[in-house]
């Protein structure tokens, strides 16, 4: 059977897509460590799969996915939301970059503008712009996407005679910045998209992944129900990337409009066995089991982390990263650095108010940690780092921490 060292010895260039160089610790990528990727798990769910389903598993699936795997998850998203959700709601995608990709060939023409957030996922943009679009990033404070400011942008790229396609943000556990837009925030967002008649695209990969029991607020989409919200899930940070799996949730007339595109009418749903095996997993009660156990275990990653870096650094934990969003004014403003661990997902974002981004990366790659840049997600007043806790193992990252904090009180506070 499969475990974390078989994993280990395959774990290569050629068959992975990013390899860590040896002795370098990797906080750099979202993604999950070898170990926490259920391969077991997964092995029982296709073999359940097969048993149940039979050659069926096999043949091009529905266009807009197997009915059995848009039932299970639009009953999961009906029970935690507390409002209607059916298959008529579902579309299968092969992941969130899959889905992004859907929306912006059917909702959008090149040149088109798409509202992204001042800090956002980098790939996600870079898929838009490679679809010809321009994405427009609009200011964030301490809950998100600022509704003044999205209002704002709508009306200059109106003005300037461009339309806006849609806009896409990460209500939920953020990348990079691990922040939660509260409740009220979504509904004042909701009732300027509303009025603007803009299309809300709303990203939640990390949504399922709450590390201190307190369940986020209700989704956009729950909100709104489904009008004029899409929301994207996938289950490549709660089980792994490699099935690239994940659904659209919208209105029914959405989900026709997506799957009369000829890639299904040709080649059926995307991951149509998977999408069998993953509809197992749901339903035994399999992956609300790991979810508990991933759930443990990003947590004690994530404890060890911002447990050194708050001892290395001198960083108080302040109530989520946002009270210093934009404006430096923070948890920690009598100190050089701000790093607030987040309620869930995958990363931890250090702000930096005397140093620039050039130091600290510098100061990183000398101790041989692997970080991503501030810059890569967005722009703002002061240097930021995001850095991963799902890769490393605790004692690593602890080991890391200690690392960085140490060459980032040293570094240089003028640029390179
Ligand atoms: C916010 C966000 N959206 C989407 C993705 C990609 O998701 P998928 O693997 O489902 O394409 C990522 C992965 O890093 C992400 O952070």
Redesign the pocket.
């Given at each position: 059977m499969a475990g974390p060292l078989s994993h280990a010895r395959a774990w290569r260039p050629g068959v992975v897509q990013q390899v860590c160089p040896d002795g370098v610790l990797d906080l750099g990528?979202?993604?999950l460590a070898p170990g926490l990727l259920p391969a077991g798990l997964l092995a029982e769910a296709y073999h359940g799969a097969f048993a149940e389903f039979g050659a069926a598993a096999l043949a091009y699936g529905d266009d807009r996915g197997a009915e059995p795997f848009r039932a299970a998850v639009a009953d999961r998203v009906a029970r935690a939301e507390g409002s209607a959700c059916g298959p008529e709601h579902v579309f299968v995608?092969?992941?969130?970059?899959?889905?992004?990709y859907l929306l912006a060939r059917t909702f959008a023409e090149p040149g088109d503008v798409v509202l992204v957030e001042q800090y956002?996922?980098d790939?996600?943009r870079r898929l838009l712009r490679d679809c010809g679009l321009r994405p427009f990033p609009v200011a964030m404070d301490a809950h998100g996407v600022d509704p003044g400011a999205f209002e704002e942008a709508v009306t200059t790229v109106r003005a300037q005679g461009r339309r806006v396609a849609f806009a896409c943000l990460?209500p939920t556990f953020?990348?990079?910045t691990g922040l939660v837009m509260p409740e009220a925030r979504r509904r004042d967002l909701l009732a300027v998209a509303r009025r603007l008649d803009v299309l809300l695209v709303e990203?939640d990969?990390?949504a399922e992944l709450d590390l201190d029991g307190r369940t986020p607020p209700r989704s956009l989409a729950g909100l709104a129900e489904h009008q004029g919200v899409v929301r994207?899930r996938?289950?490549?940070?709660t089980l792994a990337?490699g099935l690239?799996?994940?659904y659209l949730l919208a209105d029914p007339s959405v989900v026709t409009r997506v799957a009369e595109q000829g890639v299904f009418v040709s080649g059926g749903s995307a991951n149509h066995t998977t999408s069998l095996a993953v509809a197992h997993a749901l339903r035994s009660g399999a992956y609300d089991r790991h979810l508990t156990w991933l759930r443990a275990r990003l947590r004690t990653r994530r404890d060890a982390l911002a447990t050194a870096l708050r001892s290395g650094l001198g960083c108080g934990l302040g109530p989520g990263m946002g009270a210093g969003m934009g404006s430096g004014v923070g948890s920690t403003v009598d100190n050089d650095f701000a790093c607030d661990p987040p309620e869930g997902g995958?990363f931890l974002w250090v702000r930096a108010f005397a140093h620039p981004e050039s130091a600290l990366l510098a100061a990183a790659e000398a101790v041989g940690v692997r970080v991503a840049a501030g810059s890569r997600f967005g722009s703002g007043p002061h240097a930021a780092v995001r850095l991963a806790y799902s890769f490393t193992e605790p004692d690593k990252l602890t080991v890391a921490a200690g690392l960085l904090a140490e060459a980032w009180r040293s570094a240089s506070t003028t640029p390179a």
């Open positions: 990528p979202g993604y995608t092969a992941g969130t970059s899959h889905a992004l956002g996922y790939l996600g990460v953020h990348n990079p990203d990969a990390y994207l996938t289950f490549s940070k990337p690239r799996l994940g995958y």
